[in-house]
């Protein structure tokens, strides 16, 4: 047996002779990271994803106060050692309510994600593999979604539904599907004539198997690098959603709501908006640098 | 121009009234799902039963699904897109009202954003990996970023409020009001127009603000599509072969480089107009800029059903118009398309 050291060496990672396939596999993802890691920027986005993720998750070890813990007597305070990032209107702690705003914030990304992935590949993969009408019927639906913009899209869905977090979530992924079902659909038409393929359909497996086992694992790095660089669009979108009141509602510290409810305190107390619109730019910002980052990598078209 | 070309050309022409078609169906569910009765909005709260059974046969809400749509299709035809409840019009009439504003404030920040982003894009990739390209992409990668409500309102608060140097929010100031008779509804050609410079002026400072924020958001996706097109461009061999004449870098930069991607570039920019439909409906919004992404949101608070969704539709065929411009662009005018 080969001890841990072995395979954590610098040596066995980056070896000429990978000895399995499992091998072989890592050696292309630690190189893969070389690379990644090469690019400043990236290491900067990414370094901000994970300080971002941990401070939401630790919220109620970070916070010295509850978020919703309301003082009237000392409401629209600047930032000082007792309110870092000074009071809102109703005397609330924005520090506190910041780092729970990024739980709200990267729930709902998450959510997003979780929804549209699955939808996006399903959809993509079965149109690609079976070609014909029901490529076409499945591409026109495709084709109506990607022609209304999607701020536009989701705010009518929201209405149709009723303002709140799980409408903004399901109307988001409504809208944020198509571009992940293209993506699948071009990458099984390049697949769907291979050889290999050819070789499962003749050991007898069917379709859903073929599809399933065979294709969509082949559309995941692709589906991964666009994930991450749709992160920011829809952080975007539902800050946007919770800016125009058709998000989260308050008092849930969602940051866009957040701005939207401080608003008309902007000219004499512009922390209290301001803040938050700061959230909301790093959060994009550092996904955006991470799927540049990724892109790089991962995508070799784009080499 | 081959027959194969004719052929998609008109394929994708004739798709469009297949993705109108869709676009209807999904607009027509929204509002069918909606937890609003209309009925109970048009009679009342304390109707009497007898009432609210005959408002309902009227609006021929008890029929199926099916019967309705069709009812709703034959509106449409006949430009009808019902009342708005909010401002007791025709949503068309509305629509026409408000629509030249977004037109205005959309064509000025392309404008903006060509001027200044195809630039960048250019230069960036003739430098690429210098400062510049670097600082180019922090630049637009910033401008992706940044949510525009937060933009405009951080603009607001330094030029209007702290520095003094821009007006405040609205399309003209309050004094000027109503002095321009509306022509084309585009508040600052009407004053040209008319001759009236006061107003020209007022309205045209009025318009720089929400202009160039709306103009950042689609500056950064132009900057980034021209530099990835010209460092292909850059990589040609046509370009070694200019090089071998002995032109100067900027006949071959412009001409030759730039020259080969306008009309890929074309479509971006089509792709780029469109987008600003989006971005309008949050400036707007925080600008209180009269257009039709106002009139959206306005509507939504107040669940005026109508008007949310004869505003989403007018959005949708825009943006669908434009898109197919823009494919056409790329199909007609790209000799290398097969």
Request: include cysteine; charged fraction near 15%; proline fraction near 5%.
């Amino acid at each position: 047996m080969t001890a841990l050291s072995t395979y954590l060496s610098r040596d066995w990672l980056l070896s000429e002779t990978p000895s399995s396939r499992t091998h072989a596999a890592w050696v292309r993802r630690y190189r893969g990271w070389l690379q990644f890691r090469g690019n400043g920027l990236a290491m900067v986005g990414l370094i901000t994803v994970i300080v971002m993720i941990v401070a939401s998750l630790a919220a109620p070890l970070l916070a010295f106060q509850d978020p919703s813990a309301q003082d009237l007597a000392g409401r629209l305070a600047p930032p000082s050692a007792a309110h870092w990032f000074g009071t809102d209107e109703l005397g609330r702690d924005i520090y506190a309510r910041i780092l729970y705003g990024g739980r709200v914030t990267l729930g709902m990304v998450v959510a997003v994600v979780l929804l549209v992935a699955p939808i996006g590949l399903a959809v993509g993969c079965i149109a690609g593999y079976f070609g014909g009408i029901v490529d076409r019927a499945l591409m026109r639906l495709t084709d109506v979604f990607l022609a209304f913009p999607r701020l536009v899209l989701a705010l009518a869905f929201v209405a149709a539904l009723k303002p709140g977090i799980t409408s903004a979530v399901i109307a988001i992924a409504l809208t944020a599907w198509p571009p992940y079902a293209r993506l699948a659909r071009a990458e099984t038409l390049t697949v769907r004539n291979t050889d290999y393929i050819a070789a499962v359909r003749m050991t007898g497996a069917r379709s859903g198997r073929i599809i399933l086992r065979h294709i969509v694992p082949l559309c995941v790095s692709s589906v991964i690098v666009r994930v991450t660089l749709d992160m920011s669009g829809i952080i975007l979108t539902a800050a946007a959603l919770g800016f125009l009141g058709m998000g989260a509602q308050p008092p849930l510290p969602e940051w866009g709501t957040m701005i939207a409810s401080s608003r008309a305190y902007i000219l004499e107390q512009w922390w209290v908006p301001t803040i938050p619109g700061i959230a909301i730019f790093i959060a994009s910002l550092a996904f955006n640098l991470l799927g540049d980052g990724m892109r790089d990598v991962l995508d070799p078209r784009q080499r | 121009m081959t027959a194969s070309r004719v052929r998609q050309t008109l394929a994708s022409v004739a798709s469009v009234p297949l993705t109108l078609f869709g676009l209807i169906l999904v607009t027509f569910l929204i509002g069918r799902a909606m937890p609003i009765d209309p009925v109970i909005a048009i009679a009342g709260d304390h109707a009497p039963p007898d009432v609210i059974a005959r408002v309902r046969t009227e609006l021929g809400l008890d029929k199926p699904l099916p019967v309705q749509f069709a009812i709703y299709m034959g509106q449409l035809l006949h430009g009808n897109l019902g009342n708005s409840v909010m401002t007791s019009h025709p949503v068309t009439e509305d629509i026409a009202r408000f629509f030249p504003a977004t037109l205005e404030l959309a064509t000025v920040a392309i404008i903006i954003a060509i001027l200044i982003g195809v630039p960048l894009g250019v230069v960036a990739a003739w430098r690429q990996g210098s400062r510049f390209d670097h600082v180019v992409r922090v630049v637009s990668l910033a401008g992706q970023s940044v949510p525009v409500f937060v933009l405009g309102l951080v603009c607001l608060l330094v030029f209007y409020a702290k520095l003094g140097i821009a007006p405040g929010t609205g399309q003209i100031d309050v004094a000027y009001e109503g002095m321009v008779p509306p022509i084309t509804g585009m508040l600052v050609l009407d004053a040209a127009l008319e001759g009236d410079w006061d107003s020209f002026w007022n309205a045209g400072s009025h318009l720089v603000l929400p202009s160039l924020v709306l103009a950042y958001f689609s500056m950064a996706y132009i900057t980034r599509m021209t530099r990835a097109f010209m460092i292909e461009s850059l990589a040609g061999e046509y370009i070694v072969t200019a090089r071998a004449k002995g032109l100067s870098a900027t006949r071959i930069l412009w001409r030759h480089a730039f020259g080969n991607i306008a009309v890929r570039l074309v479509t971006v920019l089509a792709l780029a107009y469109a987008g600003l439909l989006e971005g309008a409906v949050i400036t707007e919004t925080v600008f209180s800029w009269p257009g039709i992404g106002l009139y959206l949101t306005g509507s939504l608070l107040n669940a005026d059903m109508n008007a949310v969704l004869g505003a989403t539709l007018v959005i949708g065929l825009v943006y669908l118009v434009l898109n197919l411009l823009a494919d056409l662009a790329y199909r007609l005018l790209d000799p290398r398309v097969r």
